[in-house]
């Protein structure tokens, strides 16, 4: 178990080309430098950075929206080039992406059966009865009920779109599942209820997971290895405890300080302080 | 006598289905020098509550309370002109969006201006200066350099520092903040809040923080209203409710914390609501 190995990102870079005007120059961005990852079957791996550090633009490499322009990736045992190759259908089907905006990411004019059923339409020759069929297994699994099938995205909350975003995401069944900020625009109480799921899904369907999130605490609880990334760069990667109990990069560092703390002791101390 | 004094706030808006109650009966009182939090998830109407207290609700909704003072003013019976006076120079309030609370046509500097022009009887070079001392005291590198830049020039934190100096221009009474920090990275939020918490204290300003986010709560607040849909749960001083919360939606709002996670599952608010019954 330890040696499988199911996402191998070997030194990717990304570079954008940004335009020139007429009295500028064009010039290149490296959104990614260098990164290199290994994340075994079954297990989460979290990446925390803040805006603009690569993570969402790594997220879009792993989930074959963007071409890496440099360096290899490898899903499952399957070469990911596709400035080279394409995409297969066969690619598709090993990753899936969960959006962090449930209002956005779902057509407003598609009903959750069809919104479902899509990948399945796209990607198999199954055929119609049998796709209605999943969806509606599906639509137990991320806990809401079948008659929600007919429905249009604006009748449902935040929390329960982001269980159908989810429920989209596992239909072709993934073996690598990337969530970028999937809790970040929930509340408190329906963060906890799909931080739930999640972790429900994941022992059921031995699904990988790369988080991307700027919540330490999330992180913390769902993890078990975390890299932090900086402009494009990796400056930190361990095991969760390795890297919450003693991290190394000044940045890391800063990070954790700036997180609020919200035990009773940190209260305590601040209040003393204040008072002083 | 308190800064800000409210009793009983009811809040209901017209819609095609009748009417919808956001805010059921609710207390607020804030004194000078003191930061109070309103904590409560969408639809608690946190927020509801301090924009019908600026009167920038739409018409579709009815206020009433009991009891509406600012400093002894009713502000229930203000003319819409006479609001104007207070809002913006006593009472100011920032927003979660700060890219979205600037108007990208003009620049920073003029955004600035127009505010110290309608409140205060400064001109010219000396509203120039005003600006500039502002900026420097919200922490915005280069101030003078920065009166002519415009928002999407700026970043995020930068447009939220531009939105407290605006704030604070007229030296405000009370400042209410709703989620300043939501939409800005966890280290730039740990700046805002220090830099909103350093102003409220030197100026002895009230200040009211409008969040979701426990973690802000525990950093910043003084006291701390609790809100769900629309009622009030709860309310203590900070170090009591995190201590020893009373209410059943306080607790389970405080066990749903992911750090406070014990077992693997994270305790849901809906498992104590059928415990609790609230």
Do not use: N, W
């Given at each position: 178990?330890?040696?499988?190995?199911?996402?191998?990102?070997?030194?990717?870079?990304?570079?954008?080309?940004?335009?020139?005007?007429?009295?500028?120059?064009?010039?290149?961005?490296?959104?990614?430098?260098?990164?290199?990852?290994?994340?075994?079957?079954?297990?989460?791996?979290?990446?925390?950075?803040?805006?603009?550090?690569?993570?969402?633009?790594?997220?879009?490499?792993?989930?074959?929206?963007?071409?890496?322009?440099?360096?290899?990736?490898?899903?499952?045992?399957?070469?990911?080039?596709?400035?080279?190759?394409?995409?297969?259908?066969?690619?598709?089907q090993k990753v899936q992406i969960v959006f962090q905006n449930p209002y956005g990411s779902l057509n407003p004019r598609q009903k959750i059966g069809h919104v479902l059923e899509e990948p399945l339409l796209l990607n198999t020759d199954m055929p119609a009865a049998e796709r209605r069929d999943l969806a509606l297994q599906m639509l137990e699994k991320v806990g809401l009920p079948p008659e929600h099938y007919g429905r249009y995205p604006h009748m449902f909350s935040g929390g329960q779109r982001q269980r159908i975003a989810i429920a989209r995401a596992i239909m072709m069944k993934p073996k690598l599942l990337v969530l970028d900020e999937p809790v970040s625009a929930l509340d408190l109480s329906v963060q906890a209820q799909i931080l739930n799921l999640l972790a429900d899904l994941q022992e059921e369907m031995n699904l990988t997971y790369v988080f991307i999130s700027h919540d330490l605490s999330v992180v913390r609880y769902i993890a078990d290895k975390v890299m932090v990334m900086y402009f494009g760069e990796v400056v930190e990667y361990g095991t969760r405890d390795e890297v919450f109990n003693?991290?190394?990069?000044?940045?890391?560092?800063?990070?954790?300080?700036?997180?609020?703390?919200a035990d009773v002791e940190s209260i305590k101390k601040r209040l003393a302080a204040k008072a002083a | 006598m308190s800064l800000l004094e409210i009793r009983n706030l009811r809040v209901e808006f017209d819609t095609a289905k009748g009417p919808f109650r956001a805010l059921a009966g609710v207390d607020y009182t804030v004194d000078a020098g003191e930061v109070l939090a309103i904590v409560g998830e969408s639809g608690s109407g946190k927020s509801v509550a301090m924009l019908a207290t600026m009167g920038l609700l739409p018409d579709s909704a009815t206020i009433t309370a009991d009891k509406m003072e600012f400093e002894g003013l009713d502000l229930r019976t203000l003319s819409a002109k006479e609001r104007r006076k207070v809002i913006g120079k006593d009472i100011s309030m920032i927003f979660q969006e700060p890219i979205a609370s600037l108007n990208p046509c003009f620049t920073v500097g003029f955004q600035m201006s127009e505010t110290l022009k309608t409140h205060t009887g400064l001109k010219g070079k000396q509203i120039k200066d005003r600006v500039v001392e502002l900026f420097e005291a919200v922490g915005i590198p280069d101030p003078a350099g920065r009166l002519n830049a415009f928002p999407h020039q700026m970043s995020g934190?930068?447009?939220?520092?531009?939105?407290?100096?605006?704030?604070?221009?007229?030296?405000?009474?009370?400042?209410?903040?709703?989620?300043?920090?939501?939409?800005?990275?966890?280290?730039?939020?740990?700046?805002?809040?220090?830099?909103?918490?350093?102003?409220q204290q030197e100026r002895g300003m009230g200040l009211i923080m409008i969040t979701h986010d426990m973690g802000v709560v525990a950093e910043t607040a003084d006291r701390v209203i609790v809100q769900y849909q629309g009622r009030k749960m709860e309310e203590a001083d900070v170090l009591a409710l995190f201590e020893n919360p009373q209410n059943p939606y306080t607790k389970a709002l405080l066990s749903a914390l992911p750090e406070n996670a014990t077992g693997d599952r994270l305790p849901t608010v809906s498992d104590f609501a059928q415990a609790g019954g609230f």
């Open positions: 178990m330890a040696d499988d190995i199911i996402l191998k990102v070997r030194d990717v870079y990304r570079t954008y080309d940004i335009k020139g005007g007429l009295f500028k120059k064009g010039s290149q961005l490296t959104a990614v430098k260098g990164v290199s990852l290994d994340v075994e079957r079954g297990s989460t791996l979290a990446v925390v950075g803040e805006s603009g550090c690569g993570k969402s633009t790594l997220a879009r490499m792993l989930t074959m929206i963007d071409a890496q322009t440099s360096g290899s990736i490898e899903i499952d045992g399957l070469p990911i080039d596709i400035s080279k190759t394409g995409i297969s259908k066969e690619m598709r003693d991290p190394q990069h000044d940045y890391t560092k800063t990070l954790f300080a700036a997180t609020p703390r | 934190g930068q447009c939220q520092r531009v939105m407290i100096a605006m704030a604070i221009a007229c030296s405000p009474k009370l400042l209410i903040a709703d989620e300043p920090t939501t939409a800005l990275d966890v280290t730039i939020q740990k700046q805002i809040l220090d830099l909103l918490v350093q102003i």
